[in-house]
């Protein structure tokens, strides 16, 4: 088969695989999903919208009539199913994103987030202390202080003025 528009097949096979495919699955990580048995279905969602488009540009590049089955010609131009292609891609950019430090990254935030929510559904934060109790925590903590950093201001205490405190 030749193209027809003047391009020997892997001249045109490069233009497509170079430009065309990574066009038409542009940020397939964030819209695809993989089928769960590839063998079994057929392409779904946006990727059954693809084929179309795959169908037709192979058929420009091979130069192949519209009889020919796609098969024939995704076979004929070393191309792999639409489907397929995007199932890797997505494959590739899990990979990617595993080995990075950013999924460490995302999974804290999203755990970050479902604590949030979870604490606005009805389960209860630990309660901070009223104003006045902090208040006071803080006046004990301040006496600690003085008493611990200033030792010698200290008066001995007699046993009159314990009683008379108490």
Not at 84 to 89: F, V
Not at 110 to 137: F, P, V
Request: aromatic letters at 6%.
């Amino acid at each position: 088969m030749s193209s027809t528009w003047e391009a020997s097949l892997p001249q045109a096979r490069q233009v497509y695989s170079s430009v065309v495919r990574p066009a038409l699955v542009y940020r397939a990580a964030i819209w695809h999903t993989p089928a769960k048995d590839p063998r079994k279905a057929k392409a779904k969602g946006l990727a059954a919208k693809l084929q179309p488009i795959q169908n037709k540009c192979l058929r420009i590049v091979t130069g192949a009539y519209r009889a020919t089955p796609t098969q024939s010609l995704e076979t004929e131009a070393y191309v792999p199913p639409i489907d397929l292609y995007l199932d890797s891609r997505l494959a590739a950019f899990q990979n990617r994103l595993t080995n990075s430090g950013v999924s460490q990254t995302i999974e804290k935030a999203c755990q970050t987030i479902q604590n949030r929510i979870k604490n606005r559904r009805g389960h209860k934060r630990a309660q901070e202390a009223s104003i006045g109790e902090q208040r006071q925590r803080w006046v004990e903590k301040q006496k600690e202080w003085i008493q611990q950093s200033h030792p010698t201001q200290q008066r001995p205490v007699s046993e009159k003025q314990k009683v008379l405190a108490a």
